[in-house]
C-alpha cells in the first residue's frame, strides 16, 4: 500500500463547477499538508499549505485536513479553464524546511468550457 | 513568494556525454534542497537531498556516481547527470525551502533527453 493514495484521474468538469480533490494517507506522523499545481511541463506551485486538522481558504481554493480519517482535500469554487492541470498532494512528518515531502500520483483536472 | 530559478529548461545531448542542471533560490536561502525526477503521467520520485556544505543523501536506487550533486552555496545546488544514457530522458525538478516552516517550492524542471 502506498503512503499517500490519490486518484489520477482524468477529472473533467464544466466551467463554473465545484472542484474536489483528494487524498488519503497511512501514516499518522504527518502533520503538515500541501497541495501543488502543475502544468504540463512545469514545475509544481504551491497552492496552499496546511498545519494539523481544520480548513483553510485562500480565494476561490479551500483545503480541508482530516487527520482523524487520514483524508485531505482541496475544494476548488467556480472553477475556469485556466485550472486545468494536475493538482498533486504533499505531506510530511515535520516542518516543511529540510524535510522530505512523500506525494501523492495527482490528479489530472480539465475544465472545460 | 519564494522562487527557485532552474536552468536549463530543455536540454538534448548525446548518449555519453554529462549535462549539468543548476537550482537556484533568488529570493531566500536553501539550506536543504532537493531533486526529483518525474517521469510521463507520474508523480515526482524524490532523487537526493543536498545539503549545504555536505554530501547529498541518496535515495535507495539512485547511483550517486551517475548524479551528481554539488550544494557550494545557499543558493545554489547543481545536479550532473554523467555519461548520460537514453533511459536517463527525464524531467529532472529541483525544490527548496528557507528554513522554519516554509514550505517547499519547486523550479520549473529541466526535460532531459538523451539521444
Known amino acids: 500500500q502506498k503512503e499517500v493514495e490519490q486518484d489520477p484521474g482524468p477529472l473533467s468538469v464544466p466551467e463554473g463547477a465545484i472542484v474536489s480533490l483528494n487524498c488519503t494517507y497511512s501514516?499518522?506522523?504527518?502533520?503538515?499538508f500541501m497541495w501543488y499545481r502543475q502544468y504540463s511541463r512545469k514545475g509544481p506551485e504551491l497552492l496552499m499549505y496546511?498545519?494539523?486538522?481544520g480548513n483553510k481558504e485562500d480565494g476561490r481554493f479551500t483545503a480541508q485536513v482530516d487527520k482523524s480519517s487520514k483524508y485531505i482535500s482541496l475544494f476548488i469554487r467556480d472553477s475556469q479553464p485556466s485550472d486545468s492541470a494536475t493538482y498533486l498532494c504533499?505531506?510530511?512528518?515535520?516542518?516543511?524546511?529540510?524535510?522530505?515531502?512523500?506525494f501523492g500520483t495527482g490528479t489530472q483536472l480539465k475544465v472545460e468550457l | 513568494g519564494a522562487v527557485v530559478s532552474q536552468h536549463p529548461s530543455r536540454v538534448i545531448c548525446k548518449s555519453g556525454t554529462s549535462v549539468k542542471i543548476e537550482c537556484r533560490s533568488l529570493?531566500?536561502?536553501?539550506?536543504?534542497m532537493f531533486w526529483y525526477r518525474q517521469f510521463p503521467k507520474q508523480s515526482l520520485m524524490l532523487m537526493a537531498t543536498?545539503?549545504?556544505?555536505?554530501?547529498?543523501?541518496?535515495e535507495q536506487g539512485v547511483e550517486k556516481d551517475k548524479f551528481l550533486i554539488n550544494h557550494a552555496s545557499l543558493t545554489l545546488s547543481t545536479l550532473t547527470v554523467t555519461s548520460a544514457h537514453p533511459e536517463d530522458s527525464s524531467f529532472y525538478i529541483c525544490?527548496?525551502?528557507?528554513?522554519?516552516?516554509?514550505?517547499?517550492?519547486f523550479g520549473n524542471g529541466t526535460r532531459l533527453t538523451v539521444t
Open positions: 504533499a505531506m510530511s512528518a515535520t516542518t516543511g524546511g529540510g524535510n522530505k515531502l512523500t
Open positions: 501514516n499518522s506522523a504527518f502533520q503538515y
Open positions: 496546511t498545519y494539523s486538522s
Open positions: 529570493d531566500f536561502q536553501a539550506t536543504t
Open positions: 543536498s545539503n549545504e556544505g555536505s554530501k547529498a543523501t541518496y
Open positions: 525544490s527548496g525551502a528557507g528554513g522554519g516552516n516554509s514550505p517547499l517550492h
